[in-house]
């Protein structure tokens, strides 16, 4: 069978701006009922049954309170359900990893240790280049490869496929392919990104290993790929096999903040929220405003210029939003900025475990004034509950739900 590639029927690169992100979840609102819960899992030319919100959502230039307040506008809770939970599952993930910090820092360790190996062991070296260029025979995969290159973007279930087909199949350390994935997403999110390698592994939900089936590659592709020939091609059940490794217990849940009124204050954005939106409604109004970002901290590699473009591309639009003098991704420059506008205190989104994160302690080290991050109220529904597994939070779809107000002012 012919296998015809996505690649002219991609939409072109994302607007990296905020009324790109908008006008995004405007069109794709009326499929976010039904539709959404009956197509989603198809991975077909153009993605027709997925938002595509992902880079937006990914860097809060579009929030979770605005998506998910925009699709209650038009159905109700329980005929939008599944993509409202989808939605739940990015702030599951990041509350999850927020409260182990160490899984972060572990799979930074394993991955400079895979990145020795691949110095040493040559037949590693080549297998992990045929797998990043799309050259390993395995149809389906190749052009998966291709696509996340060209365009920064996967469907959930080509992920999740890919994914087992690295680790499972050509037996390559998941820390690459977390580490790949990094390097060209234009949503690449550290905790999203890390812990459903992770689930894919068999290493978030113990034991449980996803393993990617031909027939359902078959099925949920439009049958471009031949299902026989894939057969042979993947890894069967007891060629799987993963380490195993209890989950750290997590810590406590990081509490809200406050600035203090009548000082000099400067806002400082980043990457992991370039919609200040819930600051200005505590009554935020900043002397000063810049941003930092850090897409290079995403991997220790090079991370594909598509990325560095749009990270830059969105803090630009929010610095225009905010009247901000300064984007840069180097922490010094933010703290001379912060000295020269002779600010008292700065005030930051918080930002979760991750590159951003570093940057922002970076800066804070370096400052002898505070740096506050007031949490949303969207991560303050959420994080609480991220202790287990996800039906712990998805329990509270309806208590999340009643942040929107707050979190989308
Ligand atoms: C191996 C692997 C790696 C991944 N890496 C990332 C990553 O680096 N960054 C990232 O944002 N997502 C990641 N995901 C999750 C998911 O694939 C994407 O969020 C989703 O495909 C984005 O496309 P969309 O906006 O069209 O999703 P839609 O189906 O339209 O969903 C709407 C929104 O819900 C959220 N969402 C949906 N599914 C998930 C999920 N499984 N986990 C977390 N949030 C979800 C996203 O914010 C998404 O934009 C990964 C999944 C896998 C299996």
Known sequence: MSTPSLETLVQPDPDPTRAAGLERLAQFVPRAGRDYAEGRNHDLAGHPHVSGLSPWLRHRT???AEVAGAVLDRFAPSTAEKFLQEVLWRGYFKGWLERRPSVWEDYRR???AARNRL?????LRRAWEEACEGRTGIAPFDDWAGELARTGYLHNHARMWFASIWMHTL???WELGADFFLRHLLDGDPASNTL???WVAGLHTRGKVYRARASNIAKFTGGRWDARRLGHQLATEDEVTVPEAPPPAPSDMPEDAAW???LRTGLLLHEDDLHPDYLFARGLTPDAAAVLISPAGRSPLAVSPKVAAFVRGLAEDAAARVSASLVTDRPEEIVAWAREAGLRQVVAPYAPVGPG???LDRVAAALDIPVIRPLRAWDQAVWPHATAGYFKVKARLERVLEAIPEDRS
Do not use: M, N
């Not at 110095?119 to 037949?123: D, I, K, N, Y």
């Open 110 to 112: 394993g991955l400079d």
């Open 119 to 123: 110095a040493t062991e040559s037949g």
């Open 260 to 262: 203090q009124r009548g």
């Open 357 to 359: 994160r570093a940057a």
């Open 171 to 173: 037996r390559l350390p």
């Open 196 to 198: 459903s390698w992770r």
């Open 62 to 64: 579009v929030t979770e």
